[in-house]
């Protein structure tokens, strides 16, 4: 981004290595307790689900949709600066709501109270919201207290109107929860034969319609006519990036059953990879 703009900034936690060790064994024995309850529908830093499950179903869900003429409304949300907006004080009670003992609440506690950070050539400030960007037990914290609201969502729908509905009801739910919809960063787009017009609203700003949106390193492409998905993959990457790319658009191209595409590519191929 600009760096002239301050927003595109992000503050990252350089931890000592027995902090890393620390948070790295504290990260595991929470993660153990809360797996379990954590809903099946997210496919965010966790082991096994992982990003391609969630490409998968989008490709499936709009290509019915585009075989049999049906229009298909989406809204790609992101939210903005979600890790910073995580409030301490609410994340203890849901630790505690999921299991967690007292004890190891309090050890997780103790990597937060009284932390301070810093601008370059400013003094220390204290820190009181949001959790620890780069830091082995921030993930699990996240999407314990906002299951719901984890980065890269697609909202569909059949109209405008109703992609409206559901877009306001989310940014209320999120605002609710001390976290905004980017409108920089979300946009809109429309799966269908005609050319149709969708307006959509967040705070008063309307979104930009697009014609491709990458999601999770995947364009997904309607032009006129038609309607395809292409991996992201750029000159740079490594050749075994380049080769499983190229599998993995095979896969989503193809009819593919979805038991044997589970097993031989949804839960092996990780998200760095996209």
């Known amino acids: ?30 993660r153990r307790i809360v797996e379990p309850r954590i809903q099946e529908e997210q496919c965010g830093f966790r082991p096994g689900p992982g990003t391609v499950d969630q490409l998968y179903t989008l490709r499936r869900v709009l290509e019915g949709a585009w075989e049999f003429a049906q229009p298909v409304h989406m809204c790609f949300v992101d939210l903005e600066k979600a890790f910073d907006h995580v409030p301490q004080g609410v994340l203890y009670g849901v630790l505690r709501e999921y299991g967690v003992s007292g004890l ?51 909202l569909l729908a059949s109209s405008a109107r109703d992609l409206q ?21 979300s946009e809109a787009m429309v799966l269908n034969r005609k050319k149709v017009e969708c307006l959509l609203r ?44 190229a599998v993995l658009e095979d896969c989503l ?3 593919v059953p979805s038991a044997v595409l589970e ?11 996209l």
């Not at 503050?11 to 620390?22: F, M, Q, R």
């Open 253 to 255: 191209c193809s009819r």
């Open 202 to 245: 967040v705070r008063e700003e309307i979104l930009p319609q697009v014609k491709e949106f990458k999601y999770l390193g995947v364009f997904f492409t309607i032009p006129e006519g038609c309607f395809s998905s292409r991996v992201l993959c750029s000159p740079g990457d490594c050749l075994c990036s380049r080769v499983l790319a």
């Open 104 to 154: 190891l609440i309090r050890a997780v506690r103790s990597l937060y109270d009284r932390c301070q950070s810093l601008i370059r050539k400013s003094n220390s400030f204290l820190v009181r919201v949001g959790v620890r960007q780069g830091c082995p037990l921030s993930p699990i914290l996240f999407i314990i207290l906002w299951t719901e609201f984890l980065d890269d969502v697609v």
């Open 165 to 185: 509905l559901s877009l306001d009801r989310f940014a209320a739910a999120c605002e609710a929860a001390g976290m905004k919809i980017s409108t920089s960063k």
């Open 1 to 30: 981004g600009d760096q002239r703009v301050c927003s595109n900034y992000r503050g990252i936690t350089l931890l000592s290595l027995p902090g890393k060790v620390y948070s790295g064994v504290l990260e595991r024995r929470v």
């Open 263 to 273: 097993d031989c590519l949804c839960s092996r191929v990780p998200s760095a990879v």
